[in-house]
């Protein structure tokens, strides 16, 4: 057997500690000694300033003594290192303790570069490195109002948070004209500094200080090059990093020009028994000041001592992060300094964001971006770079504001090549490997591959992709309806079809088992209605429906009811209104305008609907639907008739279009709007179906969606006659009852729909699949077949024997009470309605209910 | 007294509910046929939701276990036990029940709750 080797350790910061783990794992014989300079052992420094946000340094621990005694590492403490004797293979501490190796690694990373100022080594002037200098910092804030952080880089702006998260007035003092001019070009910058300035942290660009002395008013002066100064009463200098080179001069190793110990691709000093890692070695005449490439030269390191063949081979730079609040993101080539690249810009004065790409020569591959104020697309642009992969044909999609078409650069697209986490190195195939070895989610993928534990900068990133491959997989086994039917939706509605199955009982019968559920049964009656346009309220359907289908009004937190009348495009007769009044006053409903231009009455009891119902369909009103998976509003603007913009007579053409299909049951309840000209007042591009008016007829967008997860429709057909608008309306909407999964809004169904917008085009305009003539027919039934839900029921003794609070007795629900608020009634809340069960009436004003007796229509 | 005639049983809804009210207590009835006690009774009172909507669910089974989802939050409830299915801390009063000449009786007193391990 080989003797173990004998491994030392120079210094416990971030990569220290990583190559530590890494040689651990790879060589469970190595005899590895750590000699740590700070008191504590490794400690998260890149969360460093949540030592602010009240994390302990308990918190920040990477590791404890315990670990590194269980792992069999030996581990000193306060062991500064002074010297190295290469010849006798020992290095030296400060204290004179000598210690061996065979082979020894530098991780001694690199220190807060402090500009040599006089007047810079006062006690209040300070640096932000290690936790003992945020207690520093933290003990001299208790007798400050001011701090002047130096250097506007990224670390300088990070401090200067922690100074106004301290409670101090903040200044940031910076040499360059520019905030992080590194990261940044000059019109990044400017946004950066207008950004943290509104946050009342002062900027002062372009100063050069020369001195720092004793204040007037403040504790220190400082005075610039151009004869100003700022008082205050701390200094922080953060003007850059140096690598902690110095054992590298003393033992004679090889240094860059400007500092740095230079390594080769195994992380190997010029003495090949010294490996140098993190930010204090030097590849290819570069520093790397981030942590992921320090961990990766820990794995290379490791994997050289034991024979193994990983090299280090550079690092991506990119970074994306927020300082002060504000959102800042920097890729590749940031300064467009690449030949013949072209700079794509996007400026926002309202949302106050800049972004701006760099292309390559003929714009198909990205080299750099900026993103400032808005970074929600740094990780698309970081994987188009990382992979070289050739961009959209309009890559300024990439960055403008979401207008449908950008195409979303989802987990799915990637390579399986591609980092997804950069501090661990888990690629995108890694990750594919762990979910195939049986991680089932999120928290198991990131147990297993660490990805997401380091700076956590690829979080949201990682998880679009276990999303995504979860989903590629969840939906193959698992889009049965629910444990009673194998099938998806859509097969269902094929079973429906080809059988002629008209009931719920006899698709269980055929095709499922158990009693049915929550699930599946108004999934089915879904699909029984948009095939067959059935009575909802039917013996056999009314067991199927949610409670809101079977008592056609929507139940609100209290068991009572809203009620909701369609008033097509938003447009109301004054008799119309004072009807809606009349009504609402005489049953004591509480009144709102809704989001979706009508009217909602609340605080109807079960017993009240079918009369509350009878009154409104006397006065010519219809069911609105606002209890189904169905038609709700179709919106509209004023339209030409009385706008001066409007090109079309927009009303006119949603009245239409919302008695066209105001009896469509769909897997996901739709809306619809019409626009009368590009101001688009009606928001129709946030809808499932959007229309908006044009000079020569209607533009048509599709699969829009407002809601949890907004969508902008995509544009359909441009230009078209009413009678065309209409044709591809009835396609797109048939097909989407006949296709989408249970729930699905049509936003979800185009996302999922293979081929997307065009393909859904070819099925429509095309009739590429030769069934646009069975989806007309299917259309005209269900228009052709509609009655108000409503009528029927008030019709029909039957049904309104439904609507009893008791099948044995005229009572009323007692705990269904209304206390009065800005004139009109609301529900009770649990301790109100206590309060009135005790008696105690005075201090609690329940409001009478009983203006007319119930049943009458019982 | 302590059976109660709530109505005939065309009254109930085939695979639905009813509020019956028994000694002042709002009592689920769900007629569901083709199960052993076709006709099943637990408290109206939804105790997540805190209104009385359990009778306004809609039935089915999960495993073996006939149940009702509550139309508030979908939480289910055992139509035997009364056992919320979700948090059993959470469950409510059954009552027997039993048809007699086309007439449906519900007890008024709940069944012993059955202690769930
Ligand atoms: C009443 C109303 C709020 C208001 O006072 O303005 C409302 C009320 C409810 N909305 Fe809404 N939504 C209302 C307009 C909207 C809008 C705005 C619009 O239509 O222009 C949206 C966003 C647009 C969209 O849908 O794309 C909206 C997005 C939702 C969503 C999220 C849908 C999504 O895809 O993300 C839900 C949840 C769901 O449907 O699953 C929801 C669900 C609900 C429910 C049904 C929740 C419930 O089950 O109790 C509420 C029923 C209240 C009732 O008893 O009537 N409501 N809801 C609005 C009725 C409009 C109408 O006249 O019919
Ligand atoms: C506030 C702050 C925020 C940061 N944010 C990010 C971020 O968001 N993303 C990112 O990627 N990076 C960030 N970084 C940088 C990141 O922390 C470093 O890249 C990383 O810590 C480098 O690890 P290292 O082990 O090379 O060096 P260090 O963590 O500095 O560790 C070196 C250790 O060696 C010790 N040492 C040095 N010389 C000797 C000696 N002669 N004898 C004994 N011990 C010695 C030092 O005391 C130190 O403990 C941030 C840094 C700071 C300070
Ligand atoms: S936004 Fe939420 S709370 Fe408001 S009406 Fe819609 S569902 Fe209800
Ligand atoms: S990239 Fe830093 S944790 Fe994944």
């Keep these: ?858 | 007294m302590s059976w109660h005639n709530i109505g005939s049983l065309n009254d109930l809804v085939k695979n639905s509910g009813v509020c019956a009210l028994v000694n002042e207590q709002q009592i689920a009835v769900f007629f569901i046929p083709d199960t052993p006690n076709e006709v099943y009774a637990i408290g109206n009172y939804d105790p997540i939701g805190k209104a009385n909507v359990l009778s306004r669910g809609i039935v089915g089974s999960q495993g073996e276990k006939l149940v009702v989802a509550s139309p508030l939050y979908k939480q289910h409830f055992c139509l035997d036990t009364g056992e919320c299915l979700q948090d059993t801390a959470m469950s409510v009063p059954s009552y027997s029940t039993k048809i007699e000449q086309g007439c449906v009786f519900i007890h008024s007193q709940p069944n012993l709750v059955t202690s769930v391990a």
């Design chain 1, 1 to 858: 057997m080989k003797a173990s080797q004998k491994i030392l350790v120079i210094g416990n910061g971030m990569v220290g500690h990583h190559f530590v783990e890494q040689m651990r794992q790879s060589d469970p014989q190595a005899e590895i000694t750590v000699l740590c300079g700070e008191a504590n052992l490794a400690y998260d420094r890149v969360y460093l300033s949540s030592f602010f946000d009240g994390k302990t340094v308990d918190d920040l621990a990477l590791t404890t003594l315990e670990n590194y005694n269980s792992l069999n590492i030996n581990v000193h403490t306060k062991q500064w290192v002074e010297n190295i004797n290469r010849q006798e293979k020992l290095v030296i501490t400060k204290e004179g303790n000598e210690y061996g190796y065979d082979k020894l690694v530098l991780a001694t990373g690199s220190y807060p570069f402090v500009p040599p100022i006089p007047g810079n080594d006062q006690a209040h002037c300070l640096v932000y490195r290690t936790i003992e200098d945020l207690e520093q910092i933290h003990s001299s804030a208790q007798s400050s109002t001011v701090g002047v952080v130096i250097g506007g880089g990224l670390l300088g702006l990070e401090a200067a948070n922690a100074l106004k998260q301290i409670g101090l007035h903040t200044h940031v003092v910076e040499f360059a004209p520019q905030l992080m001019a590194v990261q940044l070009d000059e019109q990044g910058g400017t946004l950066l500094r207008n950004k943290i300035e509104k946050l009342g942290v002062s900027v002062h660009t372009a100063k050069a200080t020369t001195e720092i002395v004793a204040g007037e008013t403040l504790r220190y002066r400082l005075n610039f090059s151009d004869d100003t100064f700022l008082e205050t009463d701390i200094v922080l200098f953060s003007a850059g990093i140096r690598p902690y080179d110095q054992l590298g001069k003393v033992a004679d190793l090889t240094l860059g020009e400007r500092g740095g110990i230079v390594i080769n691709d195994q992380c190997q000093t010029s003495d090949e028994s010294i490996y140098a890692i993190g930010e204090c070695a030097l590849w290819d005449k570069k520093l790397f000041g981030l942590v992921a490439p320090g961990y990766n030269m820990a794995r290379v390191a490791a994997s050289h001592l034991i024979g193994g063949d990983l090299s280090f081979s550079g690092a991506d730079m990119s970074t994306k992060l927020k300082l002060l609040g504000v959102e800042v993101g920097s890729i590749g080539d940031a300064h467009a300094r690449s030949e013949q690249c072209k700079e794509l810009i996007y400026q926002d004065p309202i949302r106050d964001c800049y972004k701006k790409i760099v292309l390559n020569e003929s714009g198909s591959k990205l080299l750099g971006a900026v993103l400032v104020g808005d970074t929600s697309d740094y990780d698309t642009l970081l994987q188009y770079m990382l992979n070289d992969m050739d961009l959209p044909e309009n890559p300024e999609c990439l960055i403008l504001p979401s207008t449908g078409e950008a195409p979303a650069l989802a987990g799915n697209a990637l390579p399986d090549t591609a980092t997804i986490c950069s501090c661990h190195n888990v690629s995108k195939g890694d990750i594919v490997s762990a979910i195939d070895a049986g991680a089932c989610d999120l928290g198991d993928v990131k147990t297993c591959t660490k990805a997401a534990s380091g700076c956590g900068g690829c979080a949201a990133l990682l998880k679009s992709v276990v999303d995504s491959e979860l989903e590629s997989r969840g939906v193959e086994v698992n889009n049965h309806v629910c444990e009673h039917f194998a099938f998806s939706r859509q097969e269902l509605m094929h079973l429906v079809k080809v059988d002629s199955i008209k009931t719920f009982d006899e698709l269980l019968s055929k095709h499922g088992q158990g009693k049915g559920c929550e699930l599946c049964k108004p999934a089915i009656a879904s699909i029984l209605a948009s095939t067959w346009n059935e009575f909802v309220l039917d013996t056999p359907h009314v067991g199927l429906q949610d409670t809101n289908d079977t008592f056609l009004a929507n139940m609100q937190k209290d068991g009572s009811y809203s009620v909701v009348p369609r008033v097509p495009a938003g447009e109301i007769t004054p008799e119309g209104l004072i009807v809606i009044g009349q009504i609402a006053k005489d049953f004591n409903l509480y009144c709102k305008i809704t989001g979706g231009q009508r009217i909602d009455l609340f605080g109807a009891r079960l017993e009240q609907l079918p009369v509350i119902w009878k009154r409104l369909i006397d006065a010519g009103f219809e069911t609105g639907h606002a209890y189904g998976k169905s038609l709700r509003t179709v919106k509209s603007c004023v339209g030409s008739t009385w706008c001066r913009y409007g090109v079309q007579d927009s009303v006119g053409q949603a009245i239409a279009i919302e008695n066209r299909y105001k009896g469509l049951r769909t897997p996901h309840k739709f809306k619809l709007a019409v626009s009368g000209c590009t101001r688009e007042c009606a928001e129709a591009q946030s809808k499932d179906i959007g229309i908006i008016a044009t000079e020569n007829g209607w533009n048509l967008y599709v699969c829009g969606n407002g809601g949890m997860r907004p969508r902008h429709a995509d544009l359909f057909a441009t230009d078209i006659d009413t009678q065309t608008l209409i044709t591809y309306i009835d396609r797109v909407l048939m097909f989407y009852a006949k296709t989408a999964d249970k729930l699905q809004r049509t936003s979800v169904w185009m996302e999922n729909l293979e081929g997307g917008l065009d393909y859904l085009k070819s099925v429509v305009i095309d009739d590429s699949l030769g069934i646009c003539a069975e989806l007309d027919a299917q259309m005209n039934l269900i228009v052709d077949t509609y009655e108000c839900e409503w009528k029927k029921t008030i019709e029909s003794p039957e049904a309104v024997k439904r609507f009893r609070q008791f099948v044995n007795s005229p009572e009323e629900d007692t705990n269904i009470l209304f206390v009065q608020e800005r004139n009109q009634i609301r529900p009770a809340t649990e301790s109100e309605k206590k309060a009135h069960k005790h008696g105690d009436e005075n201090r609690i004003p329940v409001v009478e209910i009983n203006q007319e007796k119930s049943n009458v229509l019982a």
